[in-house]
């Protein structure tokens, strides 16, 4: 689905809903119908979530807005992300739904912006953005880290990214993941995650560990060493237990272990 048929579908639901639901006419049109592209949409929602005593919506709001009219590829990005969850998560019926509601979507879009502004020199303000992500959404990611595109946080409650982590494209992740590092020591400490990883929920990945491309983290392993690519870990401490199952793992979601035998 190209850009503008992505906003067009948006569009499309969105007057759908209104008829639905009329008693959320107002918040729609606000977030998506009052906005003449997707990027628009994306930096409303982005100051009206944000916002505080601290920082008027109104600065956020310009923040965003320059971010998308100088940096095209963060609007790509973000369309993969909706693209993204719109295919994987069964939940999800409706493009509208990951924009207006879905805070695994929103968080990541919150980073995104935070990151640019790491990338601007803009350090304070990107601190400023990653801690009301963390106060709005219960996602803690640092703005340094690099985050692919295409990437799905499914429910996204307590997930934690730390500053040296990288997440390549087309990665899948639930609730309660922890890319982190095993102490003090500063520099180069975080996990490097492939392309096509699938992270089941309460995973945590620690130390300056890569785990291999199409490859899958079963729920609530501790992974402390490096993973091949297309292999699925299990355990604490996680081991091998077989190959991937599939070729594209994070995108069919499926997290059922068909072997206990090690590798």
Same mark, same amino acid.
Request: glycine share 10%.
């Given at each position: ?62 923040? =965003?807005? &320059? @971010? $998308? !009219?100088?940096?095209?590829? #963060?609007?790509?990005?973000? *369309?993969? /992300?909706?693209?993204?969850?719109? %295919? ?18 929103? =968080?990541? &879009? @919150? $980073? !995104?912006?935070?990151?640019? #502004?790491?990338?601007?020199? *803009?350090? /304070?303000?990107?601190?400023?953005? %990653? ?133």
């Amino acid at each position: 689905m190209d850009r503008d048929a992505i906003w067009a579908q948006l569009c499309d639901e969105a007057k759908e809903a209104v008829q639905d639901e009329p008693l959320l006419g107002s918040l729609i049109h606000a977030g998506l119908l009052h906005h003449h592209n997707f990027e628009a949409a994306l930096a409303y929602r982005f100051s009206l979530k944000l916002a505080s005593g601290e920082m008027s919506e109104q600065i956020l709001r310009e923040i =965003a807005d &320059q @971010a $998308y !009219r100088t940096t095209p590829e #963060l609007g790509d990005a973000a *369309r993969a /992300d909706l693209m993204a969850v719109y %295919q994987r998560d069964p939940a999800t019926h409706r493009l509208l739904q990951p924009v207006l509601f879905f805070k695994g979507f929103q =968080a990541l &879009q @919150a $980073y !995104r912006m935070a990151h640019w #502004l790491w990338q601007q020199g *803009r350090r /304070d303000m990107a601190y400023f953005v %990653q801690m009301r992500c963390s106060e709005c959404f219960g996602v803690d990611i640092h703005p340094a880290a690099t985050i692919g595109i295409g990437v799905m946080i499914d429910h996204a409650h307590s997930i934690v990214i730390g500053e040296t982590a990288q997440v390549g494209n087309h990665v899948s992740m639930l609730h309660s993941v922890t890319l982190g590092g095993t102490g003090k020591a500063d520099g180069d400490r975080h996990p490097k995650i492939e392309e096509g990883v699938l992270i089941g929920a309460g995973a945590k990945v620690l130390g300056n560990i890569r785990v291999g491309h199409h490859s899958r983290i079963a729920s609530g392993s501790v992974v402390l060493h490096d993973v091949p690519p297309c292999k699925t870990v299990a355990g604490v401490p996680a081991r091998i237990v077989g190959d991937a199952g599939c070729s594209d793992p994070s995108l069919s979601m499926n997290q059922l272990l068909e072997t206990d035998d090690e590798v």
